[in-house]
């Protein structure tokens, strides 16, 4: 519910915003992308960082690192975050929604113990072009565990900020 009024707000404000460069313009010229994620989780602060590589003006892959912070008090265990992804993007003008599908290695320190959890992650999101090589949007990320008793099914879903740096 959150994701999508941020979504629906974005589309309000862009508009608004006198000058940006088009999103399929920057594939054109930039082969590399680094993100920077911020957002809040019932442990916490969250914190993380991407990479792509744009293959073309359609798709790039890449890899990710989060880390999700500790609360003993709500029970919410830290979670270390490595994984790849393969992200098409579907670019209109300033805008660029993207769905990213992933595979991950998870280190979940729980207050019971210790585990490694290897599965899949799905990405929404959508990101507004602010300038020829910077852009500004928000994304929702859900993992999920695979070969775990203790973690199978979904781990997380987040919702968090996120601006692109293109280089």
Avoid: C
């Avoid at 979504?7 to 993100?35: F, G, Q, R």
């Avoid at 979940?108 to 999101?125: A, F, K, N, Y």
């Amino acid at each position: 519910m959150k994701f999508w009024a941020i979504v629906i707000a974005m589309m309000i404000w862009a508009p608004l915003k006198t000058h940006a460069a088009s999103s399929e313009t920057t594939y054109d010229i930039y082969n590399h992308a680094a993100y920077a994620t911020l957002g809040f989780w019932e442990g916490g602060l969250v914190i993380g960082g991407e990479y792509e590589y744009a293959f073309d003006r359609t798709f790039g892959l890449g890899g990710l690192a989060r880390y999700y912070s500790k609360d003993n008090d709500k029970g919410a265990p830290s979670i270390f975050v490595l994984g790849g992804f393969v992200r098409p993007h579907f670019n209109r003008r300033e805008w660029d929604l993207y769905v990213s599908p992933g595979f991950n290695l998870m280190m979940i320190d729980s207050q019971r113990d210790d585990e490694t959890v290897l599965g899949p992650s799905i990405t929404l999101g959508l990101l507004y072009q602010g300038g020829r090589s910077v852009a500004f949007g928000i994304d929702s990320t859900s993992f999920a565990g695979w070969f775990n008793d203790d973690f199978r099914g979904v781990i997380l879903t987040d919702v968090m900020a996120k601006a692109r740096f293109s280089f």
